[in-house]
Every structure is written in C-alpha cells, then in structure tokens.
C-alpha cells in the first residue's frame, strides 16, 4: 500500500454529527451572539463543529454542544463562535460614507466620539481614523474612536494592524504613504498601520448583545455596517434602540449598504445613502 492510502485508512474519523446537531448549535449561537445560520450553511458548520468536537478529545458532536451549554463561562465559547462570524471587510468600503463622516465631524463640537461597533480585522476603523485625521483640525485631542467585535482573532488582526499590499489598495497614495510603514525583508508584500494612526482607536472585544456596553459618554456616531444582517429583526430593533439612548442629538449611525431599518424605529430617520440620524 502506498504511503498517501495508508495515510488514508489511518485518518481518524471525525467525531460522529447527530441529525438534530445543526439545528441546536444554530440555536446556540443564535442566542449567544444573534447570528443566524441558515441551512444553506449546515455542511460547512457540521464540519466546524466536528473539527473542534475532535480538537477536545470528544467523541460526538452532541458531548460538544452539551459542554457549551452546561458551561456558559467555558473559554470553549470564544472559538465556537470565532468559527461562525463571517469577517469580509475593506478599507473604505461604501466610500461616500466617508465622505459624509469627513463633512459631519467638521460640523461638530468637540470631543467627538465614534463607535465602529463591528470592525472585524481593522479596515473599517482605520479609514475612519485617516479620515478624521483629515477632516479634524487637531484630532490628537478631542476625537475617540472605539472599535469592538465579538471576534477575538478579528481583534486581534486589527489591533496588529498588518495587511498585505492587495488589501491596501483602496487606501489611496498619499494616506498610504503618510499612515502606513511599507514591509521589508520577510514582510515585503506587507503594509504596517503607523502608531499616528494606531494611537487613535481603542480596540476592544464585544458582544452586541451584552447588556452592558462600555460606552460611558454620549457618542456622535455608530459605525456598525453589514453586521445586522446576521441577526434576526426582534434583535435589530433591540439593538437600533440601545443605540439611539447613547447618541448625542443629531448623531448618525451608518448602516451597510442593503440595511434598512426605516421599519423597525423612529428613533432614527433616514438622512440618504443609508446613514441614518436620530429623531
Ligand atoms: C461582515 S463583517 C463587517 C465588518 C465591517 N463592519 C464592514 O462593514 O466592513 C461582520 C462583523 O460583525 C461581527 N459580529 C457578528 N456578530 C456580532 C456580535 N453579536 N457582536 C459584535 N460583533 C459581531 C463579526 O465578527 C464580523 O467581524
């Protein structure tokens, strides 16, 4: 037999998936971190769920899921839910947002706070950040960015603020050149955010249905695009609220581009291409 079949036969199976298996980590994540994972996804996550029932020794997907759900405290929590975020993000992404961002932060008094409420791997904060880099007069005093997601290697990766060259190239020339430190050596190919930039932004990890938010003063606007889309509309709605009771008067909140929230408050009125303002 060659090496490759004998390699073949002695694979180790992955831990056996019960039928009702997809149905209750779907239900768990949901009621964890409001995700929802449509059917189309129950291949893909009773793989997921296998390779990390077999990572911790366990023999079925069920003794898994039961660790879960007896353990709300277990560390186990992080990576079950790291494995079901999808992370897809870009700098400037939705780029009129920042234009109307730059405009708006001219308009107002300082300190000027600023949520990025799902900055996932960093793109989004740190276009924020050159963005009212640009736009503030003086924007080492008087201007916070606070950028959080529930993901702990998303954090992570933002916090390191590394991004291949590819990933770079909707930031244009001249922030590039001014706000990032161009690789050498090993990191050719690579760009590193510049502590100008760095300093800016507080990341943290959170989760937008913990009832308690590290938010201590008012904020003038909330970054949280194309994250709602995972969460069902009760959720939406009880999110749209929390964050309506934490925006100073006239505060905006920029939605991703197929968001719409229009049906589901009055605390904000839609001011144009998807950016929304308290009521
Ligand atoms: C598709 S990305 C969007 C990133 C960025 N806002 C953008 O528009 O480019 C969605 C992000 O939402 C985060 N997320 C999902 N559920 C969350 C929750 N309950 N609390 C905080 N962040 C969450 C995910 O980890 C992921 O990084």
Redesign the pocket.
Known sequence: MSSIAQSIFTMPALPEVGHNDFERAARILRAR???VLGGHKQEMAERTLAMRAKSLGMANVKEYLDHLELNSQSPQWEAFINAF??????FF?EQHHFAILAKFAKTRKKPFSLWC????TG??PYSIAMTLRESCPAPDSGVSILAT???TH?VQKAQEGVYTMERASPIPEDYLRKYFQRGTGRRTGMVRVKPVLRDMIDFDT????SPNWPITQKLDVI?C???MI?FDKATQTRILERFAAILKPGGLLFA?HSENFTYLTKSFRLQGQTVYVTT
């Open positions: 971190a409001g995700i975020t999808i992370n897809h993000t870009a992404r409420c799902a900055s996932s793109e989004e997601d529930i993901d998303a959170l989760n937008l249905l970054f695009r194309n994250t995972y991703g």
